[in-house]
């Protein structure tokens, strides 16, 4: 038996088709591409508030074992880390939590290129290895006290260096341009995060000073790794 034949022939795309094909594939270059161009911008943001979730609910889950305090609040001899934080060595308050913690690569911020996460909490951790600062007065009481968040701070335009930080109301603070595109996210003592600009009104989001005076502190003492 002969196979049949079939009578229809295969016909190539026109010029007009490849035409059409051409300007919907630019298009869509059009539409597209400016998405995929920020997208590298706006997941660091993400991750970073993701840490700082993580973060609050570790120290949560630290505080119902400790009489409901946070470790800047709990003398060394009692396994907390207060003297050690009032001296700037913010390691040592991560340290104690690091069961809670479970990794210390969640206290590095994705937007932070100076810094490389650490393989543990023992021999190789230090406050070189963290991108978020601890906040002194944070207390369970005070739902809106800082209890952590980015640490590229400036004051007067100057970038905050390592050590203790006192801001008080009308402090002129602001972030640097080193992450999140001069904005910044805070952990608060009530476990929630945000995003904070430099000033009211950017990216839809209250400002810096703004959130230092709601904290009902007059000085503010942060722990700047």
């Not at 972030?175 to 009530?190: L, S, V």
Request: net charge neutral; hydrophobic share 45%; charged share 15%.
């Amino acid at each position: 038996m002969k196979p049949r034949l079939s009578n229809q022939r295969t016909q190539a795309l026109t010029l007009v088709e490849v035409l059409l094909v051409i300007v919907v594939v630019v298009v869509l270059a059009i539409v597209f591409l400016p998405a995929i161009h920020h997208h590298p911008i706006g997941a660091p943001r993400i991750y970073c508030l993701n840490n700082l979730k993580q973060i609050g609910l570790a120290y949560r889950i630290w505080e119902v074992d400790h009489g409901y305090k946070y470790p800047m609040e709990v003398a060394v001899t009692n396994g907390g880390a207060m003297e050690l934080i009032a001296a700037g060595n913010v390691a040592a308050c991560f340290q104690v939590m690091s069961n809670e913690l479970c990794t210390p690569r969640i206290l590095v911020c994705p937007a932070d290129t100076k810094r490389i996460a650490a393989t543990n909490f023992t021999t190789d951790f230090n406050n070189s290895k963290i991108s978020y600062f601890v906040g002194l007065d944070a207390a369970d009481t005070q739902p809106q006290t800082l209890l952590s968040g980015d640490d590229n701070f400036a004051v007067d335009d100057v970038p905050v260096k390592s050590g203790l930080l006192q801001i008080i109301t009308n402090s002129p603070i602001t972030w640097t341009g080193a992450r999140h595109k001069f904005a910044g996210n805070i952990g608060f003592a009530d476990g929630s995060v945000q995003q904070v600009s430099s000033k009211v009104g950017q990216i839809n989001t209250k400002g810096l000073q703004t959130v230092f005076q709601e904290t009902g502190v007059a000085t503010n003492r942060l722990a700047i790794p």
